[in-house]
């Protein structure tokens, strides 16, 4: 028997049991989705978190530990992985399937350990964005040795200058810096002083875009595609959008300014020709295409790529789809996506974060979370919480994400906030300003 009919044999068969990997905010509307499916008959996750647990079953497996999840898959005969962060996907868990004889006829939701270079080497996205002709800043990358051609590079600039590390840091890897003297003392910080670790070994330098940043989701079998609706997020932890970065803190979808003549030139510039790429660099590509976006004087231009789908974007892109989740991963599998029609609700969602007082920096777990119960109106994804004595506790910095359907998003925000006033636990922060931006 071939493989691809292998493939097939095994999905066309009703009720699967599925694993979804991960633990956040992401994972648990995955989750939350893939249970509404006919043809989802058991869902594991692993590891999972205290709303995971309510839906379906956590499982103590680490995420990167392919042994053990390759032991417990042909324990409970699972017959499809759905890979949410981006780790497992760059240490190669799509290739360790693969390349197993007893493994190889289970799809991976996810692509191949070259596909996730696009995320795992900031280099590897930009030689790719510029070999397929696909919009992005003009960029250079040294490492310790070539640090003095750094300085140079950076003489040839405008401020502000973006110094990326190339490896993978956790979304906090990039620098953007006003002064040229501050700009050269962080790229020798990074390169020579390995401020970012093993991540900065190689930095890349970016010409600074000014604009406004979007993110387009793409779903793909690596030959067809979907466009997902539309998200925006709020990195940092401060109103006003100040203060430091973090995993995100709130998102909105769909974009309200991003019209017709935009999603054009963006399916047309850019989603086609990667998803094209992909094909003639030979790279197996069956996942979520995550791209930043920048919208320049109405030209979009590519930031960065991610190999998974956003946090927390996924919160309010995946409560917006009508179609079934597990039937279109089914079709990313069998390479049929384009048979299915994508049918989106025309509602706006939008998300809040409930944060642990102190994140992005310190902060203390164990919290106990009260109001959980009284939620009306609104969809509540965990993040970061776990089980402990009957109660749910936080155990990260992101603990909750509320979120919430409306006609427009302002309607949807007040939902979100109303629920968010129910909600307790101590030292809980969230911001207040998500969306201001977009009224």
């Given amino acids: 028997m071939h493989l691809l009919e292998k493939v097939n044999t095994q999905l066309n068969t009703q009720h699967m049991t599925i694993l979804l990997l991960g633990s956040g905010g992401r994972e648990h509307a995955f989750a939350w989705k893939m249970v509404q499916s006919p043809l989802c008959k058991t869902l594991f996750v692993a590891p999972g978190n205290a709303g995971t647990a309510s839906i379906a079953t956590n499982v103590a497996v680490s995420i990167t530990d392919f042994e053990a999840i390759k032991t417990f898959v042909l324990q409970e005969k699972v017959s499809m992985v759905v890979v949410g962060p981006e ?197 197996p590509y069956k996942g979520f295409v995550f791209i930043g976006l920048i919208n320049v004087n109405n030209e979009p231009i590519v930031i960065e790529y991610n190999v998974r789908m956003g946090d927390p974007e996924t919160e309010v892109v995946i409560p917006r789809l009508k179609t079934d989740l597990v039937e279109l991963f089914l079709a990313v599998a069998n390479e049929k996506l384009d048979e299915i029609m994508l049918d989106v609700d025309e509602r706006s969602a939008t998300t809040v974060m409930v944060v642990s007082g102190g994140y992005p920096e310190d902060f203390e777990k164990g919290k106990i979370i009260s109001g959980l119960e009284s939620i009306e109106d609104s969809i509540v994804f965990h993040a970061g919480t776990k089980l402990d004595n009957g109660n749910i506790v936080s155990n990260g910095g992101r603990v909750l994400a509320v979120t919430s359907y409306g006609n427009d998003f302002e309607e949807a925000i007040k939902k979100s906030y109303q629920n968010i006033d129910k909600l307790n636990f101590d030292k809980m922060y969230f911001r207040k300003d998500i969306g201001n931006d977009l009224k």
């Avoid at 390349?99 to 996205?125: T, W």
């Fill in 87 to 283: 780790d497992p996907l760059v240490k190669g868990i799509y290739d360790f399937f693969l390349n197993d004889v007893h493994l190889q006829h289970i799809p991976v939701i996810g692509p191949s350990q070259l596909g996730a270079q696009l995320e795992g080497s900031k280099e590897f996205a930009k030689e790719f964005l510029i070999k397929h002709n696909i919009p992005t800043a003009a960029y250079e990358s040294f490492t310790a040795a070539t640090v003095e051609k750094g300085f140079q590079f950076l003489e040839t600039l405008k401020p502000p200058y973006v110094l990326k590390a190339d490896g993978l840091a956790a979304g906090k890897g990039v620098l953007i810096i006003q002064d040229l003297a501050q700009a050269k003392e962080e790229l020798q910080n990074m390169l020579v002083h390995q401020k970012f670790g093993v991540a900065s070994s190689k930095v890349v330098i970016e010409e600074f875009l000014d604009g406004i940043e979007l993110s387009c989701f793409v779903l793909t079998d690596g030959k067809n595609y979907k466009i997902l609706p539309t998200a925006k997020d709020y990195k940092r932890i401060g109103e006003g959008d100040t203060g430091l970065n973090t995993g995100g803190m709130g998102a909105v979808s769909p974009v309200p300014y991003v019209d017709a003549v935009l999603m054009e030139k963006i399916e047309t510039r850019i989603v086609k020709p990667t998803i094209d790429g992909f094909q003639k660099d030979g790279i």
